[in-house]
């Protein structure tokens, strides 16, 4: 019996609690005026189902922390001295064997007997434990129903309770996002610290040559890595401010015409059709970049004289900056919209005209929404990794000129995670240091737009 057949019988019985604790103020009132009750039926029956749900999620919680270390404490019982006293990590590796060949995961050749053992231990109790949940659920959820169908009353304040409860609720949510986010810096911090401890802070800031590849015997060139991550980033700011060099403009001006000059027909397909190029997948981005953009300018170069690489960062920025434009258009476009047409009138009626005061009142006024849909678009930049990887090459090259290949951080911390990595050598960690640059860097943008936001904000009544 899975997790999501447990929380569908709980969504049921949660649903004849919202039908008990409605029906019980309807039928209620037959004895008592209406208006007698404090609150409408619905808040009756979101009392009774809150009651049910609440303390049923809880022990469900609790049910899923507790039974991995009842599981694994089973099935240590039922193995041979031998095995109970493996290593930690063997033993780790062992019952991830158990886990799969339970659920059905353990596809190749037979399983080991002892394997097959433990499995039947680990599936058996797993039964009983989910047995034993179900029934304490029915019985938790059964016992709160019964306890608040009971106070329903007319004189209880039903839709307090509730409101109540949704504001905790809310609440709580909000606290999980904060803790989120707080546990992936604090994840990404402690493995860019033990980087730090194997490689300056100051090498890897301010160094100028990037190759973390280390070598297996000390007299092998570059046996010691080369950590200067200034490439990586010098590669991130060129081919994200190419991007932004094609996308707010041409996101800006669209944002402007489909709101201030496109009639009711033209804005109700061609803001659309913009939008759709912000649901085209990247990988087809990079496509278009590495088939046709990186070709189309090696020919134009060779017509003008000039030597252009086959990966480029001005082909991966063009290709972004398109691919970022519905990011700029769209958000400019609604804060635009947004500003009070009243402004417009008034402007018009000092005799502006309508350029005039798309410049002098309706731009100025949108500058905090237009700036937050910038921002937006530059972190879309900065974390972009396929349209790099196959327009603009892995190679981290340290230069300012758009026609030779360079990498960003992005496709460098991939490169640096993939396949089967030890998580102890600079080399892996490295990923976890060019991420926390990331999150600070963005964590600058945000800043920046708040205090952009506050200082221009305008004020309407």
Request: proline content about 5%; charged content about 15%.
């Amino acid at each position: 019996m899975s997790i999501s057949t447990l929380l569908a019988a709980l969504l049921a019985l949660t649903s004849v609690a919202y039908i008990a604790g409605r029906r019980r103020a309807v039928v209620g009132s037959a004895s008592a005026p209406i208006r007698t009750f404090h609150s409408l039926p619905g808040y009756y029956g979101g009392y009774v189902a809150l009651w049910c749900l609440l303390p049923a999620l809880a022990l469900l919680a609790i049910w899923v922390v507790v039974e991995p270390i009842v599981l694994r404490a089973a099935v240590i019982d039922s193995l041979p001295p031998e095995l109970a006293e493996l290593p930690e990590d063997r033993f780790g590796l062992f019952l991830a064997d158990v886990r799969n060949l339970v659920d059905g995961n353990l596809v190749f050749g037979a399983p080991d007997p002892a394997v097959q053992a433990a499995a039947e231990r680990y599936a058996e109790v797993r039964k009983t434990s989910r047995h034993l949940l179900l029934g304490s659920l029915l019985v938790v959820g059964v016992a709160s129903l019964v306890f608040a169908l009971r106070r329903v009353q007319p004189a209880m304040r039903a839709r307090i309770k509730v409101e109540k409860a949704i504001e905790y609720l809310l609440i709580g949510a909000s606290l999980v996002a904060i803790l989120t986010t707080i546990g992936i810096f604090l994840s990404v911090l402690f493995e860019a610290l033990r980087f730090f401890r194997l490689v300056s802070p100051i090498d890897f800031l301010f160094g100028l040559e990037w190759s973390p590849q280390t070598a297996i015997r000390e007299d092998q060139v570059g046996s010691s890595g080369a950590f200067g991550a200034v490439p990586l980033f010098v590669g991130t700011l060129l081919i994200s401010g190419i991007a932004m060099l094609v996308a707010v403009p041409v996101g800006l001006m669209s944002a402007i015409y489909l709101s201030e000059y496109a009639g009711p027909r033209m804005r109700s397909w061609a803001k659309p059709l913009l939008e759709l190029l912000a649901g085209i997948p990247t990988v087809v981005y990079g496509y278009f970049a590495a088939l046709w953009v990186g070709p189309a300018l090696r020919r134009l170069g060779d017509a003008l004289g000039l030597e252009v690489a086959s990966e480029s960062a001005l082909g991966a920025g063009l290709v972004m900056g398109i691919m970022i434009i519905p990011f700029v258009s769209s958000l400019s476009d609604d804060v635009i919209n947004a500003v009070p047409q009243s402004l417009r009138d008034g402007s018009y009626g000092l005799g502006a005209t309508k350029s005039e005061t798309i410049r002098q009142v309706v731009l100025p006024a949108a500058l905090p929404g237009i700036v937050g849909a910038v921002l937006l678009a530059v972190s879309r930049a900065i974390g972009e990794t396929m349209i790099v990887v196959m327009a603009a090459g892995l190679a981290a090259n340290l230069s300012l000129n758009p026609l030779e290949a360079v990498t960003t951080v992005t496709v460098q911390i991939v490169t640096l995670l993939v396949g089967d990595q030890e998580f102890d050598s600079a080399k892996t960690l490295a990923a976890f240091a060019l991420g926390l640059v990331l999150f600070l860097v963005t964590l600058a943008l945000n800043v920046v737009a708040l205090r952009v936001v506050r200082k221009y904000r305008e004020q309407y009544e």
